[in-house]
């Protein structure tokens, strides 16, 4: 555990209570996509089929429970509770484009064999790339809530912090996890071009608010 490890963690939940806290307040998940979120549910799923088998820390095992509580309480708001208002024609990446070469690569690159192994290999190449339905779907619409870009904000800190992490634990530990660091760097990529309009753009991005539906306009990006 190192500092850049916690923040990352702390990031990663406050990205997620940021999202389920909008979808609560607002009662619409207009603007999410739900097939990521079905993505970062089932990342999680198949990372942490070792909770009641392999006891780390408390730490670990109560961010590992969060985890998994946000994200299947989130995907229930979105196709369940809020239903009518999640955006479904908008929402339309093809997952079978991410999963089949995602459960290929798992089976050709792992540490070992095993059912739990490869499904924590899937687990972390999932995630690399478990946002791009929401990318797609900013991309496709030209516009995204305010609530919306600081929850991808802060999954793209999460990463970075992540990178910074890894980083840090090679140079006092000599620990690499080549799996997940190059997986990670993928991650952080798909987050630099958003990363970067967020930092430079933020204050007109505010200022092309509507006020009647709280969207940023992105028709300058693409």
């Not at 942490?48 to 299947?72: E, H, P």
């Amino acid at each position: 555990m190192n500092v850049f490890r916690i923040l990352g963690d702390l990031s990663h939940l406050l990205a997620m209570i940021l999202l389920l806290g909008k979808i609560w307040r607002s009662k619409c998940c207009t603007g999410i996509s739900g097939k990521s979120q079905i993505l970062f549910a089932l990342v999680f799923t198949t990372r942490y089929l070792d909770l009641f088998t392999n006891f780390i820390s408390i730490y670990n095992t109560v961010m590992k429970v969060v985890f998994l509580l946000c994200a299947y309480v989130t995907v229930y708001m979105i196709y369940g509770k809020f239903r009518k208002t999640f955006d479904s024609e908008n929402d339309t990446f093809r997952l079978e484009f991410l999963l089949v070469p995602v459960i290929g690569l798992s089976f050709l690159e792992n540490y070992s064999f095993t059912p739990l192994e490869i499904l924590w290999t899937f687990s972390i190449y999932l995630e690399s790339v478990a946002i791009l339905p929401q990318l797609f779907m900013i991309s496709k619409t030209g516009e995204a809530e305010t609530i919306t870009t600081h929850y991808l904000f802060f999954l793209g800190l999460y990463r970075a912090l992540y990178l910074a992490n890894w980083i840090r634990r090679y140079q006092t530990e000599n620990f690499y996890d080549q799996i997940a660091v190059v997986s990670g760097v993928v991650q952080t990529i798909f987050y630099c071009d958003f990363f970067y309009l967020y930092v430079t753009k933020g204050r007109s991005w505010d200022d092309s608010n509507d006020p009647g539906t709280g969207l940023k306009s992105y028709s300058s990006i693409h």
